[in-house]
């Protein structure tokens, strides 16, 4: 974390401590250069306790300079600087956010003299396009959005205003973003959907797919991100819709046609098969699957390596493949392991109604129908 | 949609209506924008009954033009058109062909200028070389063949007449195509395949992984499509093979040494392990993955999220992780969900089998042999 | 295979075969073009008798050369030479170094003239770098070191030493790589981790996912090879940390904050949430999926699809989803195929049961507690 580096004054600044406790009985760090959790930060760090559950790790920290919880009533050791504030993990989201704009500045507009740009392409104002980036005929670019090294737009290709495309992120032909969309680096956005239909070779009689055309496109509404070498294929025709502030991580894939919805999550190598529809607040966790034509309800939550073959009903949580309610696949999977010991049990009854039945028989009594008699008969057996 | 435009003379020629019907009471449309599903489709747009099971959505559909088939009863509202044909679904097919003809023309031969051709590689006639493509050394390019925009050709590498590589994809060094193959967006052909031996550091006695030189290649043959990001693997030596006709969807893993047959479909996230060879026309449904070394039989269907392990027959469906015959599989699924009251049902025989036992016991009645009284004084305890 | 050429002469030396044996009785081969197995190889192949198992096929093998072990039976067919060796399996791995060092020598040192290298990166001794690379600011690479073309190096990057990265490849800012590191074509190094926590719009109350900044980086150790288009995320901040010798495989996720140990395997399309820990010589297998904040003990070996939700001590080896061992996995997934035979055993109890007890009642004998006698009387129906 070499690249991380602030002052203490820097530091108070942007966390406004309300104490401040030190140890000067070794030397006191003038700056840190990195963040750490409690028990893996060095002197060098800055750490924080933003759950209470840690606070035992507190006075064994190495950390240079410690957050801590108003009252907190640790003491800092020789060379620690401890700063109290109200609330550890917002000080420290601003310390974040901080680093962030210095490591992370956006780009100065620009045109790298080797983009590409179609003379029938439009760029709006403040565009930063960076080097061997192509811009196909008639595509757009939105005021202050980043393209960065080895991105591609398609043609007539509409990025929207402060998106911030990463090296190498693909929109092909006719796609559309929002505002602020984010795509990482090799996130595929507009690749052709998985569609054929069967043809018979008159001739020879070899049976072949044929390819159906994939002619529709995808929008990415405001404040999309897709995470890199992820994938969202176009439309057969009309539109594969991903709603405003939805967030894809790595490696997912979402078909033709899908339409997802606002706010929803796709954690890393989930996918979507084609025409299937996410409401709203839907989160997919990772390699969950979910097959094509189906309607996940709103703020339902598909769990990791689901299998989602039917309809989920809004504000369901699921687990399992194929999926069922969390509750009832924890029971059924708690059960699977005691299988064993149920298929012993079962044989030990099916003796002992052998030999009771033996003993009943010995005193005369025969069963009341042959039905039960005669199963029972091909039960007694071992199994 | 607004990048699809089709006057209703075009589309008329297209669809060569044997009945027309259309409702003037309001301004009929002049032109359609775009292609939906009868229950989605606005004015501007075009739709169809291709399946009778949707004819209840005719009546209430705003399409502006409808193609149905011939005798259906509906009749337009006011500024619809409808188009009475033979058959309304290949009637849509030869409009999305036309309009796929028209918004992805076969791009012009030609090499753009700043595309970087090795001196000893190859092209045919007719080529289109897009810009910042990568040929090297030894690389032969069919005619008619088409590389966008950073496309990649390894060494040696030998692509096939009429293939369309899109932007980023890759062929890597000796790795071949035969005709009409499509690479998409990010899609990787010839990347190395992941094989190691361990060995052991004399001196530190520390044991690693020393790769195994993979020095084969992939060949690609006729019409075989590789969807964005997918990754086939060279072969440790010989060749990993995709057969004629066999279409891979995107994020698709094929391992080294691997034999795909002919039309083949590989379903989105899909894997296949090292040396296992399809048959002719297996499915691989998505997220499916398969152990190496095995043989999958002619025209099986591997289902979603599947988990095979071993071979399978020819003609065969599977589905679970494990893998078994569908039917099976969605027999245990369903039993799943019963186990706990199937637990339930066991401790009651087991209290009843105690009472009776207890019974026969009073009525001096023993156990014929030891070893079931055993086993059932053994369960007679609540389990 | 055609790319692979070596004369039998050049054979000979790479094998130092102890003896050798011919049939003239038809042209003996000059060189090979390819390596198959035994059942597979052509006149123009080498094959090989690495495990005994397979002798029964060198009678009948196609090959033009054959290694086999000292003292092996077998008689070469006109036009065969068999190669007698101590030990064929590395007679023939060296055959595969030299085949490898020929086909793929470590490209010339320098630099191409479209390379874009930031006047404030540092380029090592004897580095190569190819067609529309594009090193940022600050960067550096190290001795060596090999960037082929289109790879990218973000600010601030350290790639090490020896290091060979594939087309495409990305490393991006601040991640470091030691030595020896390979990249594969389109693997992505350093892209933001997945973290996001809710904010509520204060004006429309509308909830929506805030980015956490993703301010840490990558580092990988000495001798990490990343398959092709796999992805690796940063650090939310501090480090996410690849071990000396670990392999990844294509498709394969990383997300943030994971700490991977030393020499482990990462096989395709595996996936590990946010700061798990794989400790040494831990093993995914294809498919697998481990959830956030885990440990993996050393050793450890997760099977194929395995589903991991809780720790695993080391030198387990797991399998399932849920992941269970081995043993009782395979234990579980064959009892699951007797439960619908399981289901028919139960009910022909229950129904001799009921019999058993009828018999009883007329008999005069009541049970002893009113609880059994319900709970039978309840499950004596058919359920």
Redesign the interface.
């Given at each position: 974390?070499h690249?991380?580096s602030l002052t203490i004054d820097e530091l108070a600044a942007l966390t406004a401590p309300v104490e401040r406790a030190e140890n000067a009985d070794a030397p006191l760090p003038a700056a840190i250069t990195?963040?750490?959790?409690l028990d893996?930060a060095r002197p060098s760090d800055l750490s924080f306790l933003g759950n209470i559950k840690y606070a035992p790790q507190v006075a064994a920290t190495a950390a240079g300079v410690v957050l801590l919880p108003l009252g907190h009533p640790a003491k800092p050791r020789p060379g620690q600087i401890f700063l109290f504030v109200k609330d550890p993990s917002s000080a420290l989201?601003r310390v974040?956010?901080s680093?962030?704009q210095k490591?992370?500045p956006r780009p100065a507009p620009g045109i790298h003299p080797?983009a590409?740009i179609a003379g029938t392409a439009t760029l709006g104002a403040n565009v930063h396009i960076?080097?061997?980036v192509?811009i196909?005929d008639g595509a757009t670019v939105g005021d202050n959005s980043v393209l960065e090294?080895?991105a591609?737009v398609?043609r007539?290709a509409v990025v929207g205003p402060d998106n911030w495309f990463?090296?190498?992120a693909?929109l092909?032909?006719?796609c559309v973003t929002g505002a602020r969309v984010k795509l990482?680096?090799?996130a595929?956005v507009g690749?052709?959907g998985?569609g054929?239909e069967p043809v018979k070779d008159p001739a020879t009689g070899e049976?072949?797919?044929r390819?159906?055309?994939?002619?529709?496109?995808v929008v990415l509404e405001d404040?999309v991100?897709v995470?890199?070498?992820a994938?969202i294929?176009r439309a057969?025709?009309?539109?594969t819709r991903v709603g405003r502030?939805t967030?894809i991580?790595?490696?997912v894939?979402v078909?033709h046609n899908c339409r997802i919805g606002r706010?929803c999550?796709l954690?890393?190598?989930s996918?979507m098969?084609g025409s299937t529809i996410l409401e709203d607040?839907v989160a997919l966790a990772?390699?969950a699957?979910l097959?094509g034509h189906l309607r996940i309800g709103a703020g339902a939550q598909i769990g990791?390596?689901c299998?989602v073959?039917s309809d989920i009903p809004a504000g369901s949580r699921m687990l399992g493949?194929?999926a069922?309610p969390v509750k009832?696949a924890l029971?059924?999977?708690a059960?699977?392991?005691?299988?064993?010991?149920?298929?012993r049990?079962?044989?030990?009854?099916?003796?002992?109604?052998?030999?009771?039945?033996?003993?009943?028989a010995?005193?005369g009594?025969a069963?009341?129908?042959a039905?039960?008699?005669g199963?029972?008969g091909?039960?007694a057996q071992p199994?």
């Open positions: 974390m690249h991380i990195g963040i750490a959790a893996e989201a974040c956010d680093i962030e490591l992370w080797t590409i960076g080097p061997y192509v196909e090294a080895h591609y398609g007539s990463k090296p190498r693909a092909a032909e006719f990482f680096i090799g595929v690749g052709d998985f054929f049976v072949s797919h390819k159906i055309p994939q002619i529709g496109n404040d991100e995470g890199a070498n994938t294929d057969r025709f009309a539109t502030g967030k991580d790595n490696l894939q078909g706010h999550f954690v890393s190598q996918g098969a607040y990772g390699q699957g097959a990791a390596q299998g073959m493949s194929p069922m009832e029971r059924v999977m059960i699977q392991k005691q299988l064993p010991e149920l298929i049990r079962m044989k030990t009854l099916e003796e002992r109604a052998a030999f009771i039945a033996e003993a009943l010995a005193a009594y069963p009341t129908t039905g039960s008699a199963s029972a091909a039960t199994a």
